[in-house]
């Protein structure tokens, strides 16, 4: 009589609804929205290509689509990412009145949001030149509530000469200027000083300008 066999080891089945993982381990769409920001941020929306981002990723172009329907489509995801790290702060300028202290408290601290995420500034920058997807909408998001009117704020902030003198836009465009040309200028900064800007004595040391800059206009008196 012939010994039964014995049936083989079935494969777990794979659980539907399961994000497909890259060799890195994070899911597909994660990888995806890593490299697009890269090549967004390096080269502007027109000059990046999908299909070099799908060959970083390890998928075929065609593949990217059923991820995201369009390149703009997932540009916007790039940049939606990278906005939820700056909206809130940002819309942290609507609130009440505010002291000198917080004010420099937080200007810190958006120095430094600009440090951990540096490709923000990057694709505005592109954005800017060379024109992108709701680029108008996309600034309005991230820089609106810092150009928003409070004369009594500014006071209790000690920057009420800036609104004495209807600086207050100036102001915001200079700070930004200052905070976001020192990240998209720095290839050509660390030629010209031989110290590469992120390092991290260089960021003490623009964070240390940033800060300086905006406590002298504090210190001006209104009515000078």
Do not use: C
């Amino acid at each position: 009589m012939r010994k039964s066999q014995r049936p083989s080891p079935r494969r777990p089945a794979r659980r539907s609804g399961r994000p497909r993982r890259s060799a890195a381990g994070k899911p597909t769409v994660e990888r995806l929205l890593d490299v697009a920001e890269e090549a967004f941020a390096a080269r502007g929306y027109a000059a990046a290509s999908l299909v070099d981002i799908a060959g970083q990723v390890g998928i075929r172009a065609p593949s990217l689509y059923s991820h995201y329907r369009s390149k703009e489509a997932l540009y916007l995801a790039v940049v939606e990412r990278l906005l939820a790290h700056f909206v809130p702060l940002t819309s942290e300028m609507l609130q009440g009145a505010v002291t000198r202290e917080q004010v420099l408290e937080w200007l810190r601290r958006y120095v430094a949001r600009h440090f951990e995420y540096p490709n923000l500034a990057r694709l505005l920058q592109h954005a800017a030149l060379d024109g992108g997807p709701r680029t108008d909408d996309i600034a309005r998001r991230l820089l609106g509530p810092m150009f928003r009117e409070d004369p009594a704020k500014m006071t209790s902030a000690g920057l009420g000469v800036l609104d004495e003198r209807l600086l207050q836009r100036w102001a915001v465009m200079a700070l930004n200027n200052m905070v976001m040309s020192y990240i998209t200028m720095a290839p050509l900064y660390e030629r010209l000083i031989g110290a590469d800007p992120f390092s991290e004595a260089s960021r003490r040391k623009q964070m240390e300008m940033v800060v300086m800059l905006v406590a002298a206009t504090m210190d001006r008196p209104t009515g000078a």
